[in-house]
């Protein structure tokens, strides 16, 4: 078990939406959110190989997408997720039985081990206040033995891509096979001191439902990120502007971050 002093001071807040929590959208995220070959789930499996890490945790899992790559893979994989809906989810897809599935928040990390720590899907963007996401990496600082690896993403503030979040530019319809068509755009993209705040749309055709999903996220620099990682007892060893790994630039959408936590003083 951790020591006391080592818990966060207060159980990390992250912003919820309905994506996360209504039932159609919950069993329609995949469809909605596809991952390209070769991305977020292929670099952390090949991450979680190339340092030889043999217990890993998810954090922020979700459906369970990236965790069951690795499991399947051979990686012990302990997959944390705040959402009951999308851990239930992540539960029965193909592998979910290999992964040690947890809900709740970063503060459930205190009584596990692992060698690296990851967060998928931007979920380093939904820690708003800055008290939270410090929060959130000692809570994984602690849980991560000496020398292990913590990688997450998170959008390039510089890039300001909410300009293009607009209807025009985002309105699409997938095909879910269960749901059938889903119309989605996004309505609403308001920034304000580094938060962007978006109103997105989901319109299923079959039943002419339109369901609403608000959503806030934090944009931090690069600087902001290497200084609240150095703070939380991290020093960052990789720095991505895409999957490929090819060295980041500030012109690149994307801030992947490879991390290396140091021992306690």
Do not use: C
């Amino acid at each position: 078990m951790l020591e006391r002093d080592r818990r966060p001071a207060h159980t990390p807040r992250v912003t919820s939406s309905a994506e996360f929590t209504d039932p159609r959208l919950v069993a329609a995220y995949d469809t909605l959110n596809v991952y390209e070959p070769g991305s977020q789930p292929d670099f952390y499996l090949e991450l979680a190989q190339e340092v030889r890490a043999s217990t890993v945790i998810d954090v922020g899992s979700g459906t369970g997408l990236v965790s069951t790559q690795l499991a399947r893979a051979g990686v012990d994989v302990i997959g944390l997720e705040p959402s009951e809906s999308m851990l239930a989810l992540a539960r029965h897809r193909p592998g979910g039985e290999r992964v040690r599935w947890i809900l709740g928040d970063v503060s459930e990390l205190a009584s596990h081990r692992a060698d690296m720590a990851f967060m998928a899907g931007h979920v380093a963007q939904f820690f708003i206040a800055d008290a939270d996401w410090h929060d959130a990496l000692t809570a994984i600082h602690g849980a991560l033995r000496p020398g292990g690896t913590f990688a997450f993403e998170s959008r390039n503030p510089q890039v300001q891509a909410w300009k293009s979040w607009t209807r025009s530019r985002t309105r699409r319809t997938v095909l879910d096979p269960v749901l059938g068509p889903i119309e989605t755009w996004v309505a609403e993209a308001n920034a304000s001191g580094g938060v962007v705040e978006t109103v997105a749309r989901y319109r299923f055709a079959d039943s002419g439902d339109v369901l609403t999903a608000r959503t806030s996220l934090r944009f931090r620099s690069l600087t902001e990120l290497e200084e609240s990682l150095s703070a939380r007892g991290f020093a960052v060893t990789d720095v991505y502007g895409a999957w490929d790994r090819r060295p980041w630039s500030d012109r690149d959408e994307e801030i992947i971050v490879v991390a290396r936590r140091l021992p306690d003083q």
